[in-house]
């Protein structure tokens, strides 16, 4: 029988994936056959951890450490995924952080140009970079991890995370528009309230309860459930899909 999600013989790159959603995509996309590159910045216990566990179970995976936010970091990991791992097939722009929460009169220029280039211009570079390798070969995946708050705005003091993630959602679409010629994919997933280190950061008990008093499903995801809609959208599965975002919420945003 053909199974549609392997990935077998591929180079995948995932940026943040020492912990939450990137770390499950990483075991996911390796227990699907992918060779892994688990992108980090500062925890490199978590990075490793997520390499040895992948290592442990029989696949490939490296940890790469550099800073999304600076355009030459991102090409250095680029660089090393492809010496060590072979070119990349698929690209995961998971990385992105809210920083803090800010209300509109708060929020400061260097503030909000870290938001985006946090959460927006590293994808923008990535894709950039392994787009040409995708070309020439015409094939490639790229799913970008957006969020419900770029639909909806965002929870308290999210605003700038909020829009940088709606940013993500319209350059999705632009991208896919240009690539499909080549036979490249691009996409976005878009998680709503998950059990992650995120909310852990982010959001009070109080506010969970207030979030998943809003979702049909009644409870949060896991980022589990969020690394298989991700493995779908960059596989084989999914090969009739470019230029949409899948919503990956419970029920809380429906459209």
Same mark, same amino acid.
């Given at each position: ?12 790159? *995932?940026?943040?994936? !020492?912990?939450? $959603? ?8 390796? @227990?699907? &056959?992918?060779?892994? #590159? ?96 995708? *070309?020439?070969?015409? !094939?490639?995946? $790229? ?8 639909? @909806?705005? &965002?929870?308290?003091? #999210? ?97």
């Amino acid at each position: 029988m053909t199974n549609y999600l392997d990935m077998t013989g591929k180079t995948a790159l *995932i940026s943040g994936a !020492s912990s939450g $959603i990137g770390a499950a995509t990483a075991a996911v996309f390796a @227990n699907l &056959g992918a060779r892994v #590159a688990i992108g980090y910045l500062k925890n490199e216990t978590g990075a490793f951890a997520v390499r040895d566990g992948i290592l442990a179970a029989g696949g490939t995976a490296i940890a790469v450490k550099g800073d999304v936010r600076k355009a030459a970091d991102i090409r250095s990991v680029v660089e090393e995924t492809v010496a060590k791992l072979g070119p990349i097939d698929i690209l995961i722009n998971n990385a992105g952080w809210l920083v803090e929460r800010q209300k509109l009169a708060d929020i400061t220029e260097e503030r909000w140009d870290e938001i985006m280039d946090l959460n927006l211009t590293s994808a923008v570079l990535a894709t950039q970079l392994v787009a040409p390798s995708m *070309i020439e070969r015409k !094939s490639g995946a $790229i799913v970008n991890l957006v969020s419900i708050a770029g639909r @909806n705005g &965002g929870g308290p003091g #999210a605003l700038a995370y909020a829009t940088s993630k709606g940013a993500l959602i319209t350059f999705t679409k632009g991208a896919a528009r240009e690539l499909a010629p080549h036979g490249i994919r691009v996409n976005g997933a878009s998680p709503g309230v998950i059990d992650t280190p995120f909310h852990e950061v982010f959001s009070t008990p109080e506010m969970i309860k207030n979030f998943v008093s809003g979702i049909p499903m009644g409870r949060t995801g896991t980022s589990l459930e969020c690394a298989k809609a991700i493995a779908f959208l960059a596989s084989d599965a999914a090969s009739y899909i470019t230029g949409e975002t899948l919503e990956i919420n419970g029920g809380q945003l429906m459209l």
